[in-house]
């Protein structure tokens, strides 16, 4: 029997995805060859390629003047990329968790960094809010979505400089107003994709301002001339994500993706507020729909492993929390049904029902 998977990332995908993926990977639409096999500059791969790019921009309604590129190395590699790109004196970050300290630590070997907020104070139980954003800054960066602390922003910022997001974890979780944005990039392994893809929707505007030398391979531009194939691209993931999109597409697209999202976050976190046993991390306005942080309360800690092995039991797995929040991590991201969340539910209340004194 499939397990429900809570899995942080490498995270769950459709079912219809990893079918349609596994049938490619066979044969690609009767040709005879394997996705895996295939030259990615014939036209059966360029194909893919272009619907890939296509859904991108109709499924996030990204204006003319973005490019969308698939690249490697995973938003770590961006961390840096991004700074070698566009910092010239200073950029302004947001720090709220550990991957915005891991951007954070990137950028400061190229130029000036002003964090605006942090809230590093509450081990990033929050996002901070009513900062302001420097006008001298060369862009400001944002994590929209904390996997590790199960935090979220949900609005597209107005900034006075371009706003840089890695939304590894919630792209098209949400509609976006992309033109607020410099740059969105990603991992494509939490809500797209297999790992192995990085994708960047960029502003082309944004690049050639700074002097310093850019690796070819590390240069935006480079994969903007070369509609990412300056060298092989990352084939059979660029083509999972492809289906995923597809499969959103069908479903009604990222607005009905919210819908179904909130009600997933909204039900489990009514749960957690209610059961005697648990309760949540993450404070009540900044809690995120795609990762659901929660501990047992202090008179029950010592039940925590008892409950992680009964959802074990149950078949589910994930659901440990990262080691800095401790308790448990439920992951909901758009391809997780809302039966699994509904067997979790199920789990706590008998749970509470066994052990709450
Ligand atoms: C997982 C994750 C990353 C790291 O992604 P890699 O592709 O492993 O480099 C960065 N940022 C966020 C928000 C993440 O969730």
Redesign the pocket.
Known sequence: MKKHNFSA?PSILAKEVIENTANAVRDLNGIGLSVMELSHRGKDFQAVMDETVALFRELLDIPGNYHVLFLGG????QFCMLPFNLLVTKAAYLETGT?AKKAIKEAKGFGQVEVVASSADKNFNYIPRGFSIPDDADYFHI?T???IFGTGIFEDYDSPVPVVA?M??DIFSRPLDVSKYGIIY??A??NLGP?GV?FVIIREELLGKTERYIPTMLNYQTHIDNGSMFNTPPCLPIYTCMETLRWLKKLGGVKVMQEMNQEKASMLYDEIDRNLLFRGTAVNDSRSVMNICFVMRPEYQDLEKEFLDFTVSRGMVGLKGHRSVGGFRASTYNAMPKESVQALIDAMQEFEKKHAK
């Open positions: 990332g995973g938003a770590s590699l991957w994590t979505n904390n996997t890695d590894s974890s990603g991992g392994q939490k790992a990085t």
